[in-house]
Structures are given as structure tokens and as C-alpha cells.
């Protein structure tokens, strides 16, 4: 399916996936090609994509840019690289855990600013850490269009989970985004958003409202992140208990580096 000209996202088979929504896989057709993200390592899924990749873009495949390294983005790069030979490019800070979790050895380490022209599309590498220390979102030139793999969803908001996950840098990577003229985000999952700078400035205003909320649970006095947590989701399903002490956990760290809450054994309290 054609999203915008000459950007196709690659129909993915959703039974193989836990969640709502399954991680999208582009491809960006120039002269060459490149793909954003490979999605999951199982063979019969990869296989799909590669006749795909085949069918669309015959022997063009040039690169195959990871937004990070987390199963769902980088999983397939390894099978979808011997295929079609395309190198894999992720950020320098993600190489250690693509390589020693994942076997994934990128041919090349990008940083912030790095450009790729693959002939009429000319994509730029803008590190945005915050979901990974290695997140990178992908902009294209030419159509406007910014990839922005688990920093950006379609639905929802992004886990920023500490200790992986930085709630300064993630904020910091939202602003950073908003000098972008931005035409459409196509995100790692979920249907892709037009409105990109509402978008932004929504998730933005979600986190600081988080935050307050954090500010206000320990004006009442001291407290862990276990007793933060059921103050500020009261209603939490049990298998989703771990996840938010470490979104919570991410805020707390944003806090305790401001010098607004300090940390003692265990507990937080404002300053
Ligand atoms: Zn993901």
C-alpha cells in the first residue's frame, strides 16, 4: 500500500503479534531503495516481506534503517540483509545491544544528521532518544514524511520505561521534532497521523500533565514507586503493574536530575 509517493507500508500478517497493532514495516522507493524497520525474526512473515520488496523494488534494496533496536524493528533485518544484500543502519549507540542481543551487525553507525539519497528521496537520520537511548526517527526530504518507529505511535503513548527509557530525552526528542515541517508521521505502529504537530504537542502536554500528577502524589509526603503507582492509576491491570513503576520511575528521574524531588533509600519526596 502506497502511503504517499513512492512510500509504501508493507502489509504485515497480524496473527504473529500479541498486541493491537503489529510493527509497520516502509519501504521508500528512489532510484534505490531503503526499508524502515524489518519487523519480527519469524521466517514465514519475513518471507512475505521479501517477495514484497521483490515485487516492488526488483534488486533496489540499498538499506535497512532500524529506529532501534528492539525485537519488533530490528528482528527480520538479519534474513531480510543475506536476501537482498541491503546494508543495516543504526544508530552508533544501539550497535552493542543490536549485536549482542539481537545478532545484528550494522554495516553502518549513524548519527544525528546523517543524510542517505537513495536517488530522488533523501532521507535524514534525526536521533530522538527517549523510547531507546538508540531511537531514531527518519525524515524524508522530498515528501515531508518523518518515520518515527516506537517514539511516535499511532495510537496511544510510547512506553518510556527506565532504566531503557529517558523521560528528559524523549521530551527534549519531542521539541527537537517540532523544527520539522512535518507532512505526515508514519509511525512504528498504528495507522499514520496527519496532523503531525497537534501530535507532538499532545504527547508533549500528556507527560507534563503525568508529571504534575507525580508532583502532587508527593506533596502529601514521601513516597515509593509502588504506593505512586496506585495512587496514580488506581484501577491498573496486574500485568501491567511493571511497566507503569517504570514509566513512573522514568518521571521520577526527569524530577530527582531537575533537583525538584530527591531520592532517599527507596522513596522520593519533593524537594
Ligand atoms: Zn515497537
Known amino acids: 500500500m502506497e502511503v504517499a509517493p513512492g512510500i509504501h507500508s508493507i502489509p504485515v500478517d497480524t ?3 500479541m498486541g493491537l497493532y503489529a510493527p509497520n514495516v516502509y519501504l521508500v522507493l528512489g532510484k534505490k531503495a531503503a526499508l524502515i524497520d524489518s519487523g519480527y525474526d519469524y521466517g514465514e512473515i519475513v518471507g512475505k516481506r521479501l517477495e514484497y520488496i521483490e515485487k516492488v523494488a526488483p534488486h533496489k534494496l540499498e538499506y535497512i534503517l532500524i529506529t532501534h533496536p528492539h525485537p519488533d524493528h530490528i528482528g527480520g533485518s538479519r534474513s531480510i540483509k543475506k536476501s537482498t544484500g541491503a546494508k543495516i543502519v543504526l544508530h552508533s549507540s544501539g550497535a552493542a545491544r543490536a549485536r549482542n542481543r539481537y545478532r545484528v551487525i550494522p554495516d553502518i553507525l549513524a548519527k544525528d544528521g546523517d543524510i542517505l539519497d537513495i536517488g530522488g528521496q533523501t532521507l535524514e537520520i534525526i536521533h530522538t532518544p527517549g523510547h531507546s537511548p538508540a ?3 527518519v525524515y524524508v526530504r522530498e515528501s515531508k514524511v518523518l518515520f518515527t518507529g516506537d517514539h511516535i505511535l499511532g495510537m496511544g503513548t510510547p512506553v518510556v520505561d527506565a532504566p531503557e527509557g529517558d ?3 524523549y521530551i527534549d526528542s519531542l521539541q527537537k521534532l ?3 515541517d512535518i507532512g505526515l508521521i508514519c509511525p512504528g505502529h498504528g495507522p499514520s497521523i496527519k496532523e503531525a504537530e497537534r501530535k ?3 504527547l508533549i502536554a500528556h507527560r507534563q500533565e503525568r508529571e504534575i500528577q507525580v508532583l ?3 506533596r502529601q509526603g514521601r513516597k515509593n514507586v509502588a504506593r505512586l503507582v496506585s495512587e496514580i492509576y488506581p484501577e491498573l491491570d496486574y500485568r501491567l503493574l511493571e511497566l507503569a513503576r517504570r514509566q513512573v520511575l522514568a518521571h521520577l528521574r526527569k524530577l530527582v536530575r531537575e533537583k525538584k524531588v530527591i531520592s532517599a533509600r527507596g522513596e522520593y519526596a519533593l524537594k
Open 167 to 169: 523521560m528528559t530525552q
Open 178 to 180: 517540532l523544527g520539522y
Open 216 to 218: 502532587r502524589c508527593l
Open 200 to 202: 507532538i504537542r499532545e
Open 15 to 17: 496473527l504473529t503479534f
Open 135 to 137: 531511537s531514531i526517527c
